[in-house]
């Protein structure tokens, strides 16, 4: 690449305005870890009026898997993590997938060698060093097939020592090679992180890091420091397992002559106090908590919490209210640890949050899953679920007895608080079938005012009334709504066969 081409790309940076990525690679489903780190880059740009931009970092092509950008485009569309610049919708330094940008890492690797910052590494292959990135953007593989190395200690590289004019004639009579950053001896290099604060590292502790592989395509490092540049990221998110590498991200910029970002980093996210949260050990993905009945809006509000705290008591904020109270130096440097009970929790709460017409619109799938019969109206039986799921796949196990009565156990007429015994409901149900087999009107209201109005007639408590036609009408004895309820949903001709089903078996017994 000539001087011109590098002056180009330079101008081409925009400046002036808060700019942060989400930089995952397109590795699979959306995890915990990345989806937290992708809100947080985007809090830290939107709340100064900034740029949040998604950069798919696929250099990877032994872990690529097919489909996973357009997942990974869906799951922040779903958040409301709503990207300013990106692959699908372009911008002012496209592309922003980093296979689309190949021809722009060998020039600046080259410009490396020239400044005798690199060097072009001839040696032959031997084992395989991980590359440091997963699918999230948040944590570093383990054993993921990078770029070989040679066969003895990389302190004691020869390559290192030959003289550039050397190593480009090597390479411009096509002899394989790789570019090595030159990594000082001597001296120290400092990392200053807004959570981590000045981190210090020798400088002899630090490795010559493979920046262009002999594929062509660049390391992670390697074309992470290039395009947060040419892209004019200001404020760089990231995981606390690269706290090692920044040494050599900075010595990288310091060769550019760049400035450097401002690095944000969280620390992980764990199942319990020792372990990582881990797709491998079968932890959940943000489409497995979907799936599992979450609410994309509890599940960002609670991602939002492992490992940022807003002050004082209050745990339940909107995307928008993250924007306004949301700060770097409320992140911790501790690890956070994901309960699964919590966010039940956050969930439930957000479902009672709701308004009935909201929530009937999301339950409904679910409801329909298991009641299939026209005559159920699926707004009321919502309505009677909303106070009483905490999940929505708690629904349909909840109601699959409007769909069809349950065979259940006689022994459930006998309740002690509600002072009902078999002879008792027996009778109970006898007297209730004849009084709303005659009631003009089937409404909730009608129902409720009958039933009450028939227990006080019998001088027994509501309960004793109530509990007896629960049991007969559905056939357990935990119910979201109570008798009233769920006579009015089943209507008038099926609530009046399951309590002759149910006087007729009590009938039986009691002769």
Request: hydrophobic share 35%; glycine share 6%; net charge negative.
């Amino acid at each position: 690449m000539d001087k011109n081409r590098f002056e180009e790309l330079e101008k081409k940076i925009p400046r002036g305005k808060v700019r942060s990525r989400f930089a995952p690679s397109p590795t699979g489903y959306m995890h915990v870890g990345g989806l937290r780190t992708a809100l947080y880059a985007y809090l830290i740009a939107k709340k100064d009026n900034g740029t949040f931009i998604l950069r798919i970092e696929d250099t990877d092509t032994a872990r690529f898997v097919e489909g996973a950008t357009e997942i990974i485009i869906k799951t922040l569309g779903d958040a409301g993590l709503h990207y300013d610049e990106g692959p699908d919708i372009g911008g002012p330094v496209a592309p922003y997938t980093q296979s689309e940008r190949r021809e722009l890492y060998r020039p600046y690797a080259e410009l490396l060698c020239e400044k005798k910052a690199a060097y072009y590494c001839f040696c032959e292959k031997q084992e395989k060093q991980g590359d440091g990135k997963q699918g999230d953007g948040s944590s570093a593989s383990q054993g993921e097939a990078e770029e070989p190395s040679p066969c003895f200690p990389i302190e004691d590289d020869p390559c290192r020592d030959l003289s550039y004019e050397s190593s480009k004639s090597r390479v411009d009579n096509g002899e394989q090679f790789v570019v090595r950053m030159k990594a000082p001896r001597e001296g120290e290099t400092t990392v200053i992180d807004a959570v981590f604060g000045e981190v210090t590292t020798q400088n002899k502790t630090l490795d010559d890091m493979i920046l262009l592989k002999r594929d062509g395509l660049p390391t992670y490092n390697f074309a992470n420091v290039v395009d947060d540049h040419l892209m004019g990221i200001t404020h760089v998110m990231r995981g606390s397992e690269y706290i090692s590498s920044a040494p050599k991200y900075n010595l990288l910029y310091k060769a550019f002559d760049w400035e450097i970002p401002e690095y944000i980093t969280v620390s992980p996210i764990m199942r319990d106090a020792t372990h990582k949260l881990s797709k491998r050990h079968g932890d959940p993905t943000y489409d497995d908590l979907l799936n599992q009945g979450f609410l994309p809006d509890a599940v960002l509000n609670y991602v939002a919490l492992l490992g940022w705290s807003p002050g004082g008591e209050r745990e339940k904020f909107t995307l928008e209210e993250m924007l306004e109270i949301f700060t770097i130096s409320g992140i911790s440097k501790s690890p956070a640890i994901f309960d699964i009970e919590k966010l039940t929790y956050f969930n439930a709460e957000y479902i009672r949050a709701m308004s009935q017409e909201e929530f009937a619109n999301i339950a409904k799938p679910y409801i329909k899953s298991v009641i299939k019969k026209e005559s159920i109206p699926i707004d009321a039986v919502a309505c009677i679920l909303q106070a009483r799921c905490e999940k929505l796949t708690d629904i349909p196990e909840k109601i699959d007895f409007f769909e069809a009565l349950p065979d259940y156990d006689l022994e459930l007429f006998v309740h002690k608080k509600s002072k009902t015994d078999k002879q008792i409901s027996l009778v109970m149900l006898k007297t209730a079938g004849e009084s709303l087999n005659k009631l003009p009107d089937w409404t909730s209201e009608s129902i409720h005012d009958l039933l009450i109005s028939l227990a006080l007639k019998l001088n027994v408590k509501n309960a004793t009334l109530m509990w007896p036609l629960r049991i007969a009408t559905a056939g357990k004895a935990v119910t979201p709504g109570g008798a009233v309820e769920i006579c009015f949903i089943l209507g008038r001709e099926e609530t009046l066969r399951r309590i002759d089903i149910a006087i007729e078996k009590l009938t039986l017994i009691s002769d």
